[in-house]
């Protein structure tokens, strides 16, 4: 089942509003990731925005611990979704403008999802696990 369409990606309204103040300050803060602004703006474009308290239970939202598997080799990882200020790789925070997180946002478990990687390899994920958590307000803006 291929879940690339930004059609099938679930945003709470809270995590489109503070995805876009975001968008507006950062990409201007932070020369060189333009790019993926862009990508993750297109995203949100294309996505179906709910009342937060109406995102089902197993959908991916700002702040999720994620586990999923590579498709085919099985290889498990497991990131939390992170705003870019609070995105540190070494403890498994991934930026919501990095490809992978950006791909997992708004998904739901068992989702099968192709990306390309900044490299230009192809990558398949499964989503096996979705744990949420609620975001404060002040962990949106906190731009270094």
């Known amino acids: 089942m291929d879940m690339s369409s930004t059609s099938d990606i679930l945003i709470s309204a809270q995590d489109a509003e503070r995805l876009a103040l975001m968008l507006g300050e950062w990409p201007r803060r932070h020369r060189g990731e333009e790019e993926a602004a862009q990508a ?3 995203t949100l474009e ?9 995102v089902p239970e197993g959908i991916v939202t700002m702040d999720s611990t994620v586990t999923y598997v590579a498709v085919p080799d099985n290889r498990r990882s497991t990131v939390q979704i992170v705003y870019p200020a609070q995105a540190n790789a070494g403890a498994g925070r991934v930026s919501v403008l990095s490809p992978i997180a950006r791909a997992l946002l708004g998904r739901q478990v068992q989702s099968v999802i ?9 990558f398949a994920l499964r989503i096996v696990d979705v744990l949420r958590r609620s975001v404060k307000d002040e962990e949106v803006l906190a731009l270094p």
Do not use: E, K, N, Y
């Open 40 to 42: 993750l703006a297109d």
């Open 46 to 54: 294309g996505a179906r925005v709910v009342a937060s308290d109406q």
């Open 114 to 122: 192709d990306i390309v990687l900044p490299t230009g390899r192809p």
